[in-house]
């Protein structure tokens, strides 16, 4: 990150001792003081429902920074000048009156109000029109709006609109955290900064892409929340739309927040409907059942705690998804992702098509297409899969092939890689909206997911078991391999 300080302001942080805030928001905040980012003035009013105070909470969270954040990486007198900007308020988000204390609380050099809603997105609209009758908010509030934006689109159509009759749409920061990913930034960089990579892509170049987004973990504890979204509400919906955005995105004119949203809107539209005819070939969704994550033994989704012994969500998701349009005509997307696979990972890969005409060997021809490895977790980095020939004389023409590989953490000095919600809270405090998602890019997503999960309702097959530590449903590998492709694996 480049040290630009940000401008002085107050934030108000609604559903302050929840799980978000707690895990995420508070140490990205600590990690933003430690690089010395946060104004001077700047204040955080935690507000939540429970009995403590302000020192209660300052206390509790000294003892959650301490055990969450490295030890090199904690310096209590940070960590301890970061808590003095924290304040606590008892609320009960529905009780109108109760916001009445929040303009108290406001430092009239404080211009820039930062509204956080951790909270559940049922409540946004409550928490909106409460702090427009306790005239809390001007037109340069920012407010902040956590994933998922609703349960499909009539629901976040719903919480879009109470969100639009207080705010304007460049007032609203709606996170997806895998923007907030330097990798994933860097795909904006891989893709417009290099006119190599520009001219090739496209139907003419590349045959296919894979987006692989693996999770070792299963639900942990979430089971209630998780089992009303499924993996393709969690993680396809924003997550893995947005990285496909990026990937398949004209190139936008500016770095502009709506340049960029713009392209990724077409992409979302452009994006071919699934019938119920194309889920036996398109679609594989899965449910893990007892097995290994990281080399021990592990429940089925079905005896996780909370658990309904009946139920049919997803864990594992496997898709392959066609755009229309000029650039990607004929180029299948193959997307994957899933709850207790073998490893966390995510990368993306792109599939050149061979030369026009082959000379080498024939035993060697499936050799003949160069890769882009877009590695984004973890071993953050990318390499370029191409062709030498084999060393040796008695080798003749046979081909090799090798990577060109650019890990960042070796080949660059860069220290730590900032956490999403780091970089996502310090663009919220510049007024960057860039790495936020717009109503229609949610709306458009939401449409196009909802279709499939209409398809499941109306009859589909149930979810397919996977034993937790594999790479999904075997028909996951069926479905790629019906084209004559296969997963790719590092060899
Ligand atoms: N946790 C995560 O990793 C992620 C969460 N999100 C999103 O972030 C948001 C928050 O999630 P999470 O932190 O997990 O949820 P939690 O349920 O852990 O936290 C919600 C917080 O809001 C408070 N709250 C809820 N209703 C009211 C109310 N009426 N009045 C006052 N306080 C209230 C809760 O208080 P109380 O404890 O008293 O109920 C709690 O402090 C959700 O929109 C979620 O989808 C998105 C991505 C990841
Ligand atoms: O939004 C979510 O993302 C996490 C995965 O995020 P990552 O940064 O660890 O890759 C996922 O576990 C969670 O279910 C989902 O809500």
Redesign the pocket.
């Known amino acids: 990150m480049a040290n630009t300080i940000t401008a002085r302001c107050d934030i108000m942080l609604f559903g302050a001792l929840g799980d978000l805030a707690q895990r995420k928001l508070f140490p990205a905040f600590y990690q933003l003081e430690r690089g010395g980012l946060i104004a001077d003035g700047s204040r955080i009013l935690a507000l939540a429902r429970r009995e403590l105070d302000t020192a209660g909470l300052r206390k509790l969270l000294l003892e959650r920074l301490e055990q969450s954040i490295k030890p090199e990486e904690f310096d209590r007198s940070v960590a301890e000048a970061f808590l003095q900007r924290v304040e606590y308020q008892i609320l009960e988000f529905h009780d109108k009156e109760g916001f009445g204390v929040l303009n108290g609380w406001r430092d009239e050099q404080n211009s820039q109000l930062i509204v956080y809603l951790a909270s559940p997105p049922s409540i946004y609209g409550v928490i909106a029109r409460n702090l427009h009758s306790a005239s809390c908010c001007t037109e340069k509030t920012r407010v902040v709006v956590e ?1 998922p934006v609703g349960h499909d689109l009539e629901s976040s159509r719903v919480i879009n609109d109470e969100l639009a009759e207080v705010y304007n749409e460049n007032q609203l920061f709606r996170i997806d ?2 923007l907030g ?1 330097e990798t994933v930034q860097n795909l904006i960089a891989l893709r417009f900064a290099n006119n190599l990579f520009a001219s090739q892509w496209d139907q003419n170049h590349i045959s296919h892409v894979e987006i692989t ?1 693996a ?1 070792s ?1 299963g ?1 942990e504890g ?1 089971w209630g929340y ?1 089992d009303r979204a499924g993996q393709i509400r ?2 396809v919906q ?2 893995l739309l947005q990285l496909l955005c990026l990937i398949a995105m004209d190139p936008p004119s500016d770095l502009s927040a709506d340049s960029l949203r713009d392209e990724k809107v077409k992409v979302l539209k452009a994006l071919r409907t699934i019938t119920p005819d194309m889920m036996e070939t398109c679609v594989v969704r899965g449910q893990y059942t007892a097995g290994t994550s990281v080399g021990k033994p592990v429940p089925g989704y079905l005896e996780e705690e909370g658990a309904n012994r009946r139920s049919q969500t997803e864990t594992f998701v496997a898709l392959k998804v066609e755009i229309d349009n000029w650039r990607w005509s004929g180029v299948p997307f193959y997307i994957r992702t899933g ?1 207790r696979l073998p490893e ?1 990972l ?1 990368q993306i890969i792109i599939h050149f098509k061979p030369a026009p005409h082959y000379i080498f060997d024939p035993d060697q021809k499936h050799l003949a297409n160069n890769k882009l490895i877009i590695r984004l ?1 973890p071993d953050e980095g990318m390499a370029l899969k191409i062709l030498t020939k084999d060393q040796g004389l008695h080798k003749g023409m046979r081909l090799r092939q090798g990577p060109l590989e650019l890990t960042f953490s070796e080949t660059f000095e860069i220290g730590r890689i900032p956490d ?1 919600y780091e970089r996502l809270l310090w663009e919220i405090m510049k007024g960057n909206q860039y790495l936020f998602v717009r109503r229609d890019e949610v709306e458009h997503a939401w449409r196009w997911v909802d279709r499939i999960i209409q398809n499941w309702s109306d009859g589909g097959d149930p979810p397919k078991r996977y034993a937790a530590g594999t790479w999904g449903p075997v028909a996951a590998i069926a479905m790629i391999t019906r084209d004559g492709r296969s997963w790719y694996e590092d060899a």
Request: hydrophobic share 30%; no cysteine; aromatic share 10%.
């Open positions: 994933k955290h895998y990913k987004v999770e973990v639900i979430r998780f969690d993680m924003n997550h709850k966390k995510s977790q999403a």
